[in-house]
């Protein structure tokens, strides 16, 4: 089953371009002089934008190498690829002696937030496949995906809201999203999710399992899945399964996936499941980018990725926070990660199409430069360089059915990275990146590196009748805990009026706790600059438990909180907690304030109100 093709149809090539907007790369021009000079000018009037050549260059058009090659672009798509292309007088030129030419890279796996599509653009990945995100901005990624107009984001294609269980993975963030219980309601639920703009569908079967083989989340049921499965196809949309253990990725692949978007490194896969992956004509993004960071693989490429000089000038404060981040010391093994290496591995000898995907959004992940560590990871895994290199380009612009990219070809898209040297036998090549183009125009990479800076006032709670980006439901779900959380609004006459956060405390691990943290950056934990604060005011009331406020700060993500405990009843009461003179509280990089319950287990429910930065 193969989703519907792009809408994007590529049209007829125009007239050139005489002006280059070159992202820094050396150009020449033809003709210069006398006559030349004169008829070129008059051409160049008439030329429409995003038009230029790159010659003498080294090309991987998606699937081969052309060792010296000229690339002509006209009005943003390819118009001609060769050795012995002629390029009109008068036409920009780029130099590409000593380079590489790529086509713009995709991340298979990613969720996409903030700025995640202008980091991704920032590193040469010029379209992000989304596996979970807010749908509302989904008719706006449609429309920008279809123009060529010059952009500073990459492209976005998107599942929007995931198919789930109740309780299960993906409610755990404090985002309410629809779950499936009944497969009577499969169709129903997948229609829900076409009409909200997703692309293709993705489900999940995931328990997160703890250390004795006990399920810490919900799953989907299998009548479920496979209801769900069906109800996409039935929909042309391809159905793609989240899975982390083998034998789940056989019950996937049985109920008819199309995908699976992590590779289990639970156990080595055995000969059947492979066979049964590659009967099926499935493809996997292995995301071992988040796999090295979940399994505690320090001496992964993420790592490296984090330190390369061709790639930390253009990271943003925030993504070298999320790069340094890291998941809890319960998940750690060497083992596991070893074994979705060989599990990689043993697909790939197989024959088993593989996408590149970081699985970027996730601790020890960042959209764009992650990718090019999940390149040195595949290679890792036994695919050659170039392999590597298809498998963030042509394989998964053909998976998904995106007939206008992944690919140096007459007339597609000019998503184009131009790189120094050969990532065909240096994969890390692929960091040494001296222009992008998106939609034929020249990217811009300088970035801000001061951090967003924090001001005093009112903190909104809803946004309409949701809780607002700055709020997010916390637990120890993800530091091996078994707590649950969720937000809710509470309305008064007919309106939102204050934000609850409710949950239980489950015993798991030393200090468990549920509750609600204000997310004062882009995404949560990010740092900012709130050194205009001092205090953080609220109003609060619950149900006699104890609560514990606890601010996260610093340029070090393992920094303990500052600390303030509160106890709170049935009544209103005011708290405000000095942010300012808090022992072990940096202002310069704040990161998140956490309210929450803990102590004994049990429910726990509070709300809050008049929340304010002062």
Do not use: C
Not at 33 to 52: V, W
Not at 373 to 388: K, N, T
Not at 483 to 489: G, K, P
């Amino acid at each position: 089953m193969k989703m519907e093709k792009s809408s994007v149809h590529t049209q007829a090539v125009g007239l050139l371009l005489g002006a280059l907007l070159g992202s820094g790369a050396a150009v020449a021009a033809d003709g210069a002089g006398g006559a030349h000079a004169s008829a070129a000018t008059a051409t160049k009037a008439a030329l429409p934008a995003a038009s230029f050549a790159i010659r003498q260059v080294r090309v991987f058009d998606g699937e081969r190498v052309l060792p010296s090659a000229t690339v002509l672009v006209r009005d943003g798509l390819i118009a001609e690829v060769g050795a012995d292309v002629s390029v009109p007088a008068g036409v920009p030129l780029v130099d590409g002696n000593g380079a590489t030419l790529l086509p713009g890279l995709i991340d298979s796996h990613v969720h996409s937030w903030g700025e995640a599509r202008s980091d991704a653009l920032r590193f040469g990945v010029t379209t992000e496949l989304d596996m979970f995100s807010d749908h509302h901005g989904l008719a706006a990624a449609r429309a920008e995906r279809e123009s060529r107009a010059k952009t500073g984001k990459a492209d976005l294609w998107s599942a929007g809201t995931l198919v789930t269980a109740k309780g299960g993975h993906g409610t755990q963030y404090g985002m309410p999203i629809a779950t499936l219980d009944d497969p009577a309601q499969a169709q129903a639920f997948v229609d829900a999710r076409i009409a909200e703009g997703s692309d293709y569908i993705k489900l999940v079967l995931e328990s997160l399992l703890d250390d004795s083989g006990k399920a810490r989340l919900n799953t989907l049921s299998e009548a479920s899945l496979r209801a769900a499965i069906k109800a996409a196809h039935a929909r042309k949309r391809m159905a793609m399964v989240h899975v982390s253990q083998a034998s789940d990725a056989a019950l996937a692949i049985d109920a008819g996936a199309d995908g699976l978007v992590h590779i289990n490194g639970d156990l080595l896969d055995d000969p059947k499941l492979v066979a049964a992956i590659k009967q099926r004509k499935a493809f996997v993004v292995p995301t071992l980018t988040v796999m090295s960071s979940i399994y505690g693989f320090d001496g992964s490429a993420r790592k490296r990725v984090a330190g390369d000089e061709r790639l930390t000038p253009y990271l943003r404060p925030q993504q070298r926070d999320q790069l340094a981040a890291s998941f809890p010391s319960g998940f750690l093994t060497q083992q596991k990660f070893n074994n979705t290496l060989e599990n990689v591995r043993r697909l790939h000898e197989a024959g088993v199409p593989l996408l590149a995907g970081t699985d970027a959004g996730n601790p020890g992940t960042t959209h764009g430069a992650s990718e090019h560590g999940e390149l040195e990871l595949l290679v890792q895994a036994g695919l050659s360089p170039v392999q590597a290199l298809s498998a963030a380009t042509a394989v998964p612009a053909r998976s998904f059915g995106l007939d206008d990219r992944g690919r140096i070809a007459r007339g597609l898209r000019a998503d184009m990275i131009l790189v120094d040297g050969d990532p065909t036998t240096d994969i890390t090549a692929t960091r040494a990146i001296r222009s992008i183009w998106k939609n034929g125009y020249p990217v811009e990479r300088t970035i801000d590196s001061a951090l967003p800076k924090l001001k005093p006032g009112k903190i909104a709670l809803f946004a309409g009748d949701k809780p607002s980006a700055s709020w997010v439901a916390s637990n120890d779900l993800y530091v091996g805990g078994k707590s649950r959380s969720h937000l809710e609004t509470v309305a008064e006459g007919g309106k939102a009026a204050t934000l609850a956060a409710k949950g239980d405390v489950v015993a798991g691990i030393a200090q468990p706790w549920g509750g609600l943290m204000f997310v004062p950056g882009p995404a949560p934990l990010a740092s900012v600059d709130a050194r205009e604060v001092s205090e953080f005011s609220l109003r609060v009331r619950g149900d006699g438990r104890k609560l514990t406020v606890m601010v996260f700060s610093g340029t070090d993500m393992l920094r303990p909180p500052g600390i303030q405990q509160l106890s709170v009843g049935a009544q209103w009461q005011q708290v405000r907690v000095p942010l300012a003179s808090m022992a072990g509280v940096d202002l310069g990089n704040l990161r998140g304030i956490v309210l929450g319950a803990g102590g004994e287990p049990g429910p726990f429910a509070f709300e809050i109100e008049a929340v304010e930065l002062r």
